[in-house]
């Protein structure tokens, strides 16, 4: 348990967003982007066969977002999950813009304080937190038809772990996700991220934490009351089987997109479907609904990255942001509020 973790939000942690050279600054947006709004970059639905093969080798990633005002830039990487676990990145261009920047922004997150020693004092409370109440298994509380769905993925990527029948769904779904992904060859986003951050030291760049901390207060109160209640997350349980049972193709094509630059094809992704159906199930509990502190969490995200990178365009000559493709590309993106502000947005082809 980490010093910075609130363990009533250990929960959270699996829905909200954390939640990683040579040259002068580039003056000019980088070969081959053109100006495109911010606002315009709402996807239209998949419209091809997604392919059955996962790429592996050394591949370039997508393109980076410019945004500017005067003379003040800020490339924008997007990361996106899962990717292609074999695959190698090739971060010569990323590299290159990182060690011209003064300034590398890291994808926004919430995080929670409980102080060191409280939080060992914590600990014992925290056994059972994912199971459900009451000693219910989740054929006890998710429909007839989505267990039966459930059961026959779990025998395909979880074998014998009756363990995970005791689960919350939420809980049990991502035990799913993940061992479907790791046999499919995909992988999370966590090594791109870390890369970026390693090319940023080994350059003495400086890299910012963006998003904001708060305490939490009476988290053993938290811990029981969460542990007492079930969740509403049976939405967020038959969205995963959804994304596994009928999906993992299209997580291909997209990890391919992202792995091969496809712009095109990244725009076609529905980002946030399964991801809000989780959060909803996090931030809708009766933990969240009677703490202020996990109040509109994605808009005082949302609101707080914009922050730190209208602080960091107007003060630095070259800034390098990461943030997740949804963040960039969604209804909502943020490059979207950047664009209202007057800011220039530019978009690899």
């Not at 919430?110 to 914590?122: D, E, M, P, Y």
């Not at 689960?167 to 060859?185: S, V």
């Not at 707080?304 to 365009?313: F, G, R």
């Amino acid at each position: 348990m980490s010093k910075r973790t609130a363990c009533a939000l250990y929960f959270a942690v699996l829905a909200l967003p954390a939640l990683a050279q040579t040259g002068a600054p580039p003056s000019s947006a980088e070969p081959g982007q053109e100006a495109h709004p911010a606002a315009a970059a709402a996807a239209p639905e998949l419209a091809e066969a997604p392919t059955q093969i996962v790429v592996s080798g050394r591949r370039p990633g997508p393109g980076v977002w410019k945004v500017s005002k005067g003379e003040h830039v800020m490339w924008v990487f997007g990361i996106y999950s899962p990717l292609p676990a074999k695959m190698e990145w090739d971060a010569s261009r990323v590299e290159r813009l990182v060690a011209g920047s003064q300034e590398v922004l890291t994808p926004p997150g919430a995080n929670g304080h409980v102080g060191f020693f409280r939080g060992i004092t914590l600990l014992p409370s925290l056994v059972g937190l994912k199971k459900n109440p009451d000693g219910a298994q989740l054929r006890d509380v998710v429909p007839a038809d989505v267990y039966a769905r459930w059961t026959g993925l779990k025998e395909k990527y979880l074998g014998d772990d009756d363990g995970v029948e005791r689960y919350r769904p939420i809980f049990a779904g991502q035990e799913l996700r993940q061992a479907g992904m790791k046999k499919n060859g995909l992988a999370t986003s966590v090594q791109v991220v870390k890369a970026i951050e390693d090319i940023a030291r080994k350059n003495k760049v400086k890299v910012s934490k963006t998003g904001f901390e708060f305490d939490v207060e009476e988290p053993r109160k938290m811990i029981q009351e969460f542990k007492k209640q079930q969740m509403d997350d049976v939405a967020c349980f038959t969205k995963t089987l959804d994304s596994i049972d009928g999906d993992l193709d299209a997580m291909r094509a997209r990890a391919n997109a992202w792995a091969n630059g496809n712009i095109a094809e990244i725009r076609s992704v529905n980002f946030t479907e399964r991801e809000d159906a989780c959060n909803n199930a996090i931030l809708n509990s009766s933990v969240a609904r009677n703490n202020a502190q996990f109040q509109d969490m994605p808009g005082r995200l949302r609101a707080a990255w914009l922050q730190s990178a209208e602080k960091s365009l107007a003060g630095n000559a070259s800034t390098f942001a990461i943030l997740q493709m949804k963040d960039i590309l969604g209804e909502r993106g943020y490059l979207a509020d950047l664009a209202a502000k007057g800011y220039t947005v530019e978009s690899p082809r």
